[in-house]
Structures are given as structure tokens and as C-alpha cells.
């Protein structure tokens, strides 16, 4: 069992708010999921913004300023470093997604690459949800959508790595309530044909890492996720972000639940109802349950 | 000349957990009548009824909601969650919205009622049980069920009445698909009376011409003493 909450915010009235009404649906998820938790929280910016990594560091003494001079040194650009918690978001003025994080990959193996894109940052830890939203400060976070994970372990590891979301491509991020069970093979084709590089032993990396791929082709992310349908074989609830789009799509025997609810603010879903029970104007949403095998994308996903 | 009909009691889920709600149901008298506030989708409400008590939930339920139901009358004015009504055993449960998955599953007796559409599964091993859903069901629906009714007013998702035994199916919509050993069946007078009366029940106004039957071809189940020595 694991839990996913989303919202993604159709009035810019409520991005202030987005870290207060998201917080509360993902705790609402914790007896879905208690062991470790996981937010992915989408920024408005501009396309020419500076790129954006969330990094993880096992020791909580490592030190992030001397990884920033050391990258910027290495690409020749201005790097600010911001810690928070175990994590810090590194910007890159300048800099390009992918070829920063390939050089962190390469270079920085005690380091794990979390996000990367110019909007995306995301946050994980072990522990229960409700503190892992507190200690790094979710409910006080602005952006348009966010989207998040409470696990309860199945294929891989209690760690913070293993925690979802996961996000292989810049600004691509994704959760999954299930488990795959043609992942390893999958992930070895995307190794072998597309040069993906994968940082954990999860099946939903591999799924994350197949919509890079993808999208990578041309696809867009409605087009990625029924290209999915026929290639990732399991049972599985994704909610899947990118840039300026949400995304939903259930497994054609749709045994992992999922609810959706629309209003012209704002767009919610969650594994169950009562996580979205409590967000403004619910009691005139529309609230459907996503039928098996369809996919569901909003804004320009 | 009727009784006069008191105020319900309110029973609100933001003052009182779910299991007091329970153990209050549980213990009220025949024809005590009760309002469920601010449900919110939490799991469990009204399950383990054994007395026809009035209950009626103001919004969405959670998961097996009215679950083991053997003769209360609970109505959900939302939706519900997955396992609705799961083992009933006598009573009436109604839903104005949809129902997630299994609804009704291993239901016993009684009538299950759902206005709108039911997700995978509705009816599940049904045990005797009658089901009259307003709208569409989603995929193996009636699977493996094995007597009561399953009355479905819209479409119904591929693999209706899979591996069924004696529960019969009405089905106004189009059938995506039937399950394996499920045929249609000729409707007869007899058929159309029970539907009729289901119907009524249910207070769905629904034509039962309208309507065909779906069976169990009896192939799959069936006991041959020529397989003997088979086993």
C-alpha cells in the first residue's frame, strides 16, 4: 500500500497557498504509507529561469558550499547553494538540467540528484508524513502544483532514496502506488538504448525513467502515458508532473485507488477522498473516480 | 394520522471518532433515526448494523462503508468508497453518487442500491444479495457470484458475470464483453416481474422491456460424474 496526493492549481490566486492546502491531503495519506514520505513542488517561473537541482547528502555535515564552488568552477557559472534539512537547491544561472546532473552522477556519487529542471524541486525523507512536510517547511511553500508520496515499501529499501517522487528528466517528477513487474527489463532497454542513468533499485524510477525517455522522443506526457500502458507491465496509480502539467493514469485491472476532483480553481487526487475532503469549494467539485486504462492531463502536460 | 417523526440525532465525525459513531448505531433502537455530519470520506461508517435504524450520511463515505450491514437502512447522500455494503446480510443501503470498487461483495441478502455508477467489481461472490446500480459497472462485475441479483441500468465493463454461478443479471445498457461461462438468457414473464419489482424497491424508473438477462451457462462449474476419473 503507499499513498499519492496532487494538486495542481488552476487559479494563480491560490499558488501563495499551495504548500497549506497540499499539506494537509498528503498527511491525510499517512496510514497509506507511514515509513517515508515525499513532495514534489512546482515553482512558476520563466523559461529562461536558472536551472534548479534538489540534492541529497547522506551526512548531515556535508558541505553544500564547497559542491557549489566546486560545480560552479566546473561549468564556469554562477551557482547559489540554499540548505534545507538534509537536502539543499542548488541554482545554476545559465545552466542546462541534464548536463548538470549527469556531472553530479559522474563525479559526486555521495550526492543524490532529486530534481532537476527550472520549476521542480523536490524533498524526501524517512519518516512519518506529517514530519517529513515540517522539516523542510512544505506548508509555507507558493508554486502552481505539487505532488506527493507516503510509501509503504514493497520493492526496495526503506530509504530516503527509495522514497517517491522520483524525477529523471528536467522537470518530469512521479509517483506510483503499485509495483511493476517487467522493470527490470524495461530499465535495461532504457540503459542500453537511450543512456538512461538510474540512482536506485525502484521499480517506479524505472517508470519515471520510461517517461523521460519518451517524452525525450517527442512525445508529450498524455502521449508518454499511453505509450506506458502497453510498455510497463504491473499494477500501478500514477500522478505525474511536469513543468506546466499534471497527469493520472490507473493500470487497465485498476487495483490501487485513486479519486480525482475538479473545480474551476483547482484540480485535486488522491488515493482516497478524505485526503481531499477538506480543500475550499470541494462540496461542489466534480469528484470521479479515474476510470482504468485512461489517462487524465491538465494544463500543458 | 403518522406518527410524529422526530428530529434525527446529528452524529458529528469532527466531534466524535468513528468507532464511538459505531458503538452508538450499534446500540440504538429499531427505528431510531440518525444524520452523519462531516463524513469527509472517512472509512467504516455504520458498519455492523443489526437493527433497522435509520442512518443517513451527509456527504462522502470512505471505504466498507454500511459493511456487514444485517438490517439497518443507511443512505449516503455522497459517494461511497471501495467495499460498500461488503457482507450484507439484510437491510438497505443506498447511495445517491458512485460507488468505488466491489461494492456489494459477498453480500448475503438485503437491497443494495447506487444511483450512479459502481467501479470494478460490483457484486463480487455475491451470496443472495440484490444490487440495483442506476449506471454503468465497471469490469468483472458479478464475478464469481453466486446467487441474488444484479441489475444494472447503464453499461457494464468488459468481463460482467465471469465464472458466475446462479445470480442473475439485467442489464439495460451493452455489455463490453461477457465473462467467461456468462451467456444471455431469454427473458421470460417471470424475469420481468422480479426486475419489476426490484426496480420499485429501488425506486429507479426503469422499463424492465428494456432490459436483458445474463446467466451462468453452467459449463464452467458443474460437477460431471463422467470427470470422475479426472480427479
Known amino acids: ?301 | 394520522m403518522g406518527e410524529v417523526m422526530t428530529k434525527p440525532e446529528a452524529l458529528d465525525l469532527d466531534r466524535m471518532p468513528v468507532r464511538d459513531l459505531n458503538r452508538r448505531l450499534q446500540a440504538a433502537e429499531p427505528g431510531d433515526r440518525f444524520e452523519v455530519v462531516n463524513p469527509l470520506g472517512r472509512h467504516s461508517l455504520a458498519v455492523g448494523l443489526t437493527r433497522p435504524v435509520e442512518v443517513t450520511i451527509r456527504g462522502h463515505a470512505g471505504y466498507y462503508c454500511a459493511g456487514m450491514n444485517d438490517g439497518g437502512i443507511v443512505t449516503v447522500e455522497g459517494n461511497a468508497g471501495t467495499g460498500l455494503a461488503e457482507n450484507m446480510m439484510a437491510g438497505r443501503v443506498e447511495v445517491a453518487g458512485d460507488a468505488s470498487q466491489s461494492a456489494g461483495a459477498s453480500g448475503r441478502g438485503g437491497l443494495l442500491v447506487i444511483r450512479g455508477n459502481a467501479a470494478a467489481r460490483c457484486g463480487i461472490s455475491l451470496k443472495g444479495l440484490d444490487i440495483v446500480v442506476g449506471g454503468a459497472v465497471g469490469h468483472n462485475s458479478g464475478f464469481m457470484a453466486q446467487a441474488g441479483t444484479l441489475v444494472v441500468c447503464g453499461d457494464a465493463e468488459p468481463g460482467i458475470g465471469d465464472s458466475i454461478y446462479e445470480t442473475r443479471i439485467y442489464l439495460r445498457g451493452t455489455a463490453k464483453g461477457l465473462g467467461a461461462d456468462c451467456i444471455e438468457k431469454e427473458m421470460r414473464p417471470e424475469h420481468r416481474q422480479h426486475l419489476a419489482g426490484l426496480l420499485q424497491a429501488a425506486g429507479i424508473d426503469a422499463d424492465p422491456a428494456d432490459f436483458r438477462r445474463y446467466g451462468s451457462a453452467r459449463q464452467l462449474y458443474r460437477f460431471k460424474v463422467a470427470n470422475l476419473g479426472s480427479y
Not at chain 1, 484540480?267 to 486504462?293: H, Q, Y
Request: charged share 25%; net charge negative.
Open chain 1, 1 to 301: 500500500m503507499c499513498g499519492i496526493a496532487g494538486l495542481f492549481l488552476k487559479s494563480e490566486d491560490l499558488r501563495p497557498r499551495l504548500g497549506a492546502l497540499f499539506s494537509p491531503m498528503l498527511r491525510e495519506m499517512s496510514e497509506r504509507g507511514p515509513d517515508s514520505a515525499g513532495v514534489a513542488v512546482y515553482r512558476p517561473a520563466a523559461a529562461d529561469a536558472p536551472c534548479k537541482l534538489s540534492l541529497y547528502a547522506a551526512d548531515p555535515a556535508f558541505d553544500w558550499e564547497a559542491l557549489a564552488s566546486e560545480l560552479g568552477a566546473a561549468f564556469g557559472l554562477a551557482v547559489r547553494v540554499e540548505r534545507i534539512a538534509s537536502h539543499a537547491v542548488v541554482a545554476v544561472e545559465g545552466g542546462e538540467p541534464a548536463a548538470l546532473r549527469a556531472w553530479l552522477l559522474a563525479e559526486r556519487p555521495e550526492v543524490r540528484v532529486m530534481s532537476a529542471g527550472r520549476r521542480l524541486e523536490i524533498y524526501k525523507e524517512v519518516g512519518r508524513p506529517a514530519e517529513v512536510l515540517e522539516r523542510f517547511a512544505v506548508p509555507q511553500m507558493a508554486g502552481t502544483h505539487a505532488i506527493g508520496h507516503t510509501r509503504m515499501a514493497t520493492e526496495s529499501a526503506v530509504t530516503t532514496e527509495g522514497a517517491h517522487p522520483f524525477n529523471t528528466g528536467d522537470d518530469l517528477c512521479l509517483v506510483h502506488n503499485g509495483s511493476l513487474s517487467n522493470h527490470h527489463q524495461v530499465k535495461r532497454r532504457l540503459q542500453r538504448t537511450a543512456g538512461l542513468r538510474f540512482q536506485t533499485e525502484n521499480d517506479s524510477e524505472v517508470a519515471a525513467g520510461y517517461l523521460t525517455w519518451r517524452l525525450s522522443e517527442g512525445a508529450g506526457i498524455a502521449e508518454a502515458l499511453e505509450a506506458a500502458l502497453k510498455d510497463l507491465d504491473g499494477f500501478y496509480t500514477f500522478a505525474v508532473g511536469t513543468g506546466e502539467g499534471f497527469a493520472v493514469l490507473r493500470d487497465p485491472i485498476a487495483c490501487k485507488p485513486a479519486v480525482l476532483a475538479e473545480t474551476d480553481e483547482w484540480v485535486a487526487m488522491a488515493s482516497e477522498f478524505r485526503a481531499i475532503a477538506r480543500l475550499p469549494g470541494v462540496d461542489t467539485a466534480k469528484v470521479w473516480e479515474p476510470a482504468p486504462g485512461q489517462v487524465y492531463s491538465w494544463g500543458r502536460a
